[in-house]
């Protein structure tokens, strides 16, 4: 592999996460609560994309490409997870809200541990989110062919899914940095709320949008 096709990769891992998708929501909304979790569940997706560079490498995400079945079982499930997440991230906002007057005036709450927890499940969402994503799996299998050796070994379609993890990771990051920023800017709760619910709803919709796609394919 040259550096010549490492960069023409990388111009198309670029194109492709400029085109807003699941992740993009997923990050957006847990940015609007702290840049911490945007940045943990950026950091899921790109493990996310390398787990399918993996699955890809070693040839179990072909059945996604010759089951119709399988795919369309993974597209639902994926579609589930993200209206879970939507109703979920809803949900939260509302409790967040009833919490803060109590909150607020508690200066001994054991933050840290809670503040762990929230990366942590943002981590979990954004790998869960790409994982249940089968078209990532499609695009590794459609388009690092293009761009290998014809015996290509386990080493080079790592190599393309670390770009792809990177390209897309940093993306990711920024759009968090945008988000916080944005936040921070407006410095009102509740519009704060506004926002949360709405990229809420978005992911809801995103999820309901896959899961009639896949059942009606």
């Known amino acids: 592999m040259t550096a010549l096709s490492l960069l023409a990769f ?8 400029l085109t807003p998708g699941p992740d993009t929501f997923l990050v957006l909304r847990y940015s609007m ?7 943990a569940a950026a950091a899921g997706c790109a493990v ?20 119709a079945e399988l795919f369309r079982v993974v597209k639902i499930v994926g579609g589930l997870y993200l209206i879970y997440l939507g109703v979920a991230a809803f949900l939260s906002t509302r409790r967040s809200a009833r919490a803060a007057a109590t909150d607020a005036g508690d200066e001994d709450a054991p933050a840290v541990p809670a503040a762990r927890r929230r990366s942590t499940s943002s981590l979990l969402a954004g790998l869960l989110s790409t994982l249940l994503n089968p078209k990532v799996g ?35 990051v920024g759009i968090t940095l945008l ?11 509740r519009v704060t709320r506004v926002l949360e619910r709405v990229s809420a709803g978005i992911l809801a919709a995103l999820g309901i949008g896959t899961v009639v796609a896949g059942a009606e394919g």
């Not at 062919?145 to 080079?156: D, I, R, W």
Request: aromatic share 10%; proline share 2%; charged share 10%.
């Open 33 to 39: 609560g702290r840049a911490r979790d945007g940045f």
């Open 10 to 17: 990388a111009g198309l891992c670029v194109v492709l996460a």
């Open 179 to 189: 988000a916080s920023r944005m936040v921070a800017w407006l410095g009102r709760p």
């Open 138 to 172: 499609l695009f590794f299998l459609a388009v690092v062919p293009q761009f290998v050796s014809a015996h290509a070994g386990f080493g080079e379609t790592m190599l393309l899914g670390a770009v792809d993890a990177v390209v897309g990771g940093l993306y990711l």
């Open 48 to 67: 996310g994309s390398l787990a399918w560079a993996a699955l890809v490498a070693v040839g179990l995400a072909t059945l996604l490409e010759q089951s």
